[in-house]
């Protein structure tokens, strides 16, 4: 197995770098969470974005691929054996018709999770679904500088930002990665070759330097709100490529989590466990507010919120 390097200074060859487009305006990708949508996100994270009303950036929307039917939410409700953390759906396995709901009311989901939550079923579909979203999003003149994820969104932007550091470390391929992801799963459809996920990787947030010919990331900065750790055993075996080296996520992005003292959904501890297990510690900020599972806008985050992100773009 390959040991990758400390520094990101590998040439990136011509396959790696599409930097035809040159996508000027600078965007963050709002990742909603279970049971929401982009509108719904969207609607929610109106006042966030009320506090940034002469900004030079954009946001951006994206729904998860999956919808989640409510037979499904409701047979979750109903079983004692089943506790919604927002990262605990279930097989998607209802077949019974229902009557047709707007898209904008459709209640999605970036995973469905089983065998007792340790799979995240199509996990790799969800990164490569929102990995062309964002190849498209250039194509429209955007330029990805930001990520930000609510409660299992944010779960997703951690995978992404784990495979994005993984990439800066030069420890995004065959030779290093866990063999499972190139392999069928028992209890996992998804048959995402993993390939594409690092082609989209290498060109959405790498770039060459056009005087050394170094590799540098693009992305400035990942905000994550109520999130958790994934349980997923694939993901954590994604993130022991970069712990066993003494590596974690980011250090040359910044990083921004937030979270509820009196979140009664995602656990407080959770959020701090994440931080400050995963997360490089130098690049990483720690901020709380006292409500609970939600998006905060306060007078208690607001300043902090608006220098983070004000200085990281």
Known sequence: MMNGTQEGNTRLTSSTSKDVIKPSLSTIVMIHGWLQNGKIFKDKSAAFRKQFPNHQFA?????????????????????PARVINSSDDQDNNNTESEEPIPDEALQRTWVFSRMNRTVYARWRESILYLLNYMRKERKEGKRIDG????????????????????????????ECLPSSLYEPHPHDEDETNFDDIIEAIRELFFT????????ECTLKLVILVGTFKPNSIQINQV??????????????FKTLHIYGLNDDVIKPERSQELAEDWYVRDSTVILTHPKKHILPTGSEVKEELRRFIKSSL
């Open 147 to 174: 990520l930000l994820g609510f409660s299992q969104g944010g779960a997703m932007v951690t995978v992404l930002a784990a495979l994005i550091s993984m990439e800066y470390h030069n420890l995004l391929n065959r």
């Open 239 to 252: 993130m022991e490529t970069l712990m066993s080296r003494n590596l974690k996520i980011g250090g040359f």
């Open 208 to 215: 060459v330097h056009p005087e050394n010919g170094k590799k």
């Open 59 to 79: 946001f951006s929307f994206p729904n998860a691929p999956f919808v989640q039917s409510k037979q499904e939410v409701s047979q979750m409700i109903s079983s």
